[in-house]
T-cell receptor, first 116, second 115 residues
């Protein structure tokens, strides 16, 4: 199927690390993305990883990709209250939309609650 | 740099009234454009996408339509709104082509309430 799955909710204390997990279905996916959505706002692209990489680090964010298990994770170091939001993973499949572009399949989102 | 604008930010409309939501992109040419609806809580449902002027594809049958009168303008419309059309509507753009990284970049959304 097309499902990209995420856990619905994660609660952490300020200063701890957060790990948000995602599983996807298509082994031919090209890029995998993480988006952040704050209340009432659009989706903000956080980071992405190419499917031939295992890890990508960008400041406080670390993305790990396990292609064998089709598992993607986003680790946020030193989580702050401003990190509270919904986090979406998305997989990019080549040739979507009649072959004209890549198609993004979004997960259902993980609500991250950061306790002070 | 590229920017995407959506308006209005919020809209309250009576059942049966028409709808027009607008999205424009600046700083890029020939973008792919998308309309999504986000259901209460989470999920993103792709409604329409466009790879060029006048080229619109619909992902799901519904009461809405989309048009692309100019390269960087994407409009979501309805002739008669239903209660079920309430939701958060998001416009997005991506670079054209299949061989490169193509993240989608989102606008701030329109909150549509139908009374």
């Amino acid at each position: 199927g097309e499902d990209v799955e995420q856990s619905l909710f994660l609660s952490v204390r300020e200063g701890d690390s957060s790990v948000i997990n995602c599983t996807y279905t298509d082994s031919s996916s090209t890029y995998l993305y993480w988006y952040k959505q704050e209340p009432g706002a659009g989706l903000q692209l956080l980071t992405y990883i190419f499917s031939n990489m295992d890890m990508k680090q960008d400041q406080r964010l670390t993305v790990l990709l396990n292609k064998k298990d089709k598992h993607l994770s986003l680790r946020i170091a030193d989580t702050q209250t401003g990190d509270s939001a919904i986090y979406f993973c998305a997989e990019g499949r080549k040739g979507g939309y009649g072959g004209a572009t890549n198609k993004l399949i979004f997960g259902t989102g993980t609500l991250l609650a950061v306790q002070p | 740099s590229q920017t995407i604008h959506q308006w209005p930010a919020t809209l309250v409309q009576p059942v049966g009234s028409p709808l027009s939501l607008e999205c424009t992109v600046e700083g890029t040419s020939n973008p792919n454009l998308y309309w999504y609806r986000q259901a209460a809580g989470r999920g993103l449902q792709l409604l329409f996408y466009s790879v060029g002027i006048g080229q619109i594809s619909s992902e799901v049958p519904q009461n809405l339509s989309a048009s692309r009168p100019q390269d960087r303008q994407f409009i979501l419309s309805s002739k008669k709104l239903l209660l079920s059309d309430s939701g958060f509507y998001l416009c997005a753009w991506s670079a054209a082509g299949t061989g490169i990284n193509q993240p989608q970049h989102f606008g701030d959304g329109t909150r549509l309430s139908i009374l």
